[in-house]
């Protein structure tokens, strides 16, 4: 769909305040912390209120959006009839949530194009909120990236000016499953020795705002999911990064390299090994 900067806005206004409600209901866990079942493997969880947070936001859409497709992590996919698709998160680091660590977010993505075929969409609006610190991190395509506090402070985000890899911070994460841990081991082992040092912040959502932001100098990961990347992406791009995918290709899900440009291309070849 053709969409003026008047609709990127509504999109994104949408998005912001749907990953704001979500993340008031999580916080407040009004189900409890616990698991509710596991996915993929012993490691993969979802609790109750990963799934509250996605009805929720399902929700408002059917009532708001209601021509718009959905695709979100703990429920079938929606279709539509408007070419925008939604990509939820309900919430990104479950893990840590599980814990009480007071490090996930809610991630809300308005996107065009087919998000379940790697290359072949965009995220045209987006918003990724940190319910414990109170910040909500928002873009639209073309508008710059904001970080707006629940004190109402706003301030634009830039990426860290940082061009040296040896000196940076850099983000990653891993998967679920053993094999691609193992995998995501040694890449891990030749980044080490070879930067700053490393965070696993558990919220891959919340690494690209924070790369964004300059909190974090870069950020890969592989085999992430559409509903992990598609808010997060719009942040730091239109905070003036880069993103990478495989062989030099658009970001995707099967490797994403995110920083300012000079660091992804020293990060790119230690991390894009097949
Ligand atoms: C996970 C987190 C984590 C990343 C994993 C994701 P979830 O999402 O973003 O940081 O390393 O790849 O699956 O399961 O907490 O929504
Ligand atoms: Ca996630
Ligand atoms: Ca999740
Ligand atoms: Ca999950």
Not at 196 to 215: E, K, M, N, P, Q
Request: charged share 20%.
């Amino acid at each position: 769909p053709q969409l003026s900067t008047a609709a990127l806005a509504t999109l994104e206004r949408l998005a912001r305040d749907l990953a704001v409600e979500a993340g008031r209901l999580v916080i407040e866990r009004p189900h409890g912390l616990g698991v509710a079942a596991t996915k993929s493997s012993e490691t993969d969880v979802v609790t109750v209120m990963d799934q509250r947070s996605e009805q929720l936001l399902r929700d408002r859409l059917a009532a708001e959006r209601p021509d718009d497709a959905i695709l979100g992590e703990e429920g079938d996919s929606v279709p539509g009839t408007s070419g925008i698709t939604w990509v939820l998160d309900p919430i990104d680091g479950t893990v840590n949530y599980l814990y009480d660590i007071p490090q996930y977010a809610v991630s809300v993505a308005a996107c065009v194009g087919d998000p379940t075929t790697p290359g072949a969409w965009e995220t045209v609006a987006g918003a990724v909120y940190h319910p414990s610190l109170g910040e909500l991190f928002h873009a639209h395509r073309g508008s710059g990236a904001f970080l707006r506090t629940d004190a109402g402070d706003v301030e634009a985000l830039s990426v860290s000016g940082e061009t040296a890899l040896g000196r940076s911070l850099v983000g990653t994460g891993f998967g679920y499953a053993a094999d691609v841990r193992r995998r995501q081991g040694e890449i891990v082992a030749r980044v080490l020795p070879q930067v700053r040092d490393i965070r696993r912040a558990g919220s891959a959502a919340i690494d690209l705002c924070w790369v964004a932001a300059g909190r974090l100098d870069a950020y890969y990961e592989s085999g992430l999911n559409p509903w992990d990347l598609a808010a997060g992406a719009l942040v730091l791009t239109e905070a003036g990064g880069a993103l990478r995918g495989p062989g030099g290709e658009p970001a995707q899900t099967r490797l994403t390299v995110a920083g300012p440009q000079a660091l992804v291309d020293q990060l790119a070849p230690l991390v894009d090994t097949p």
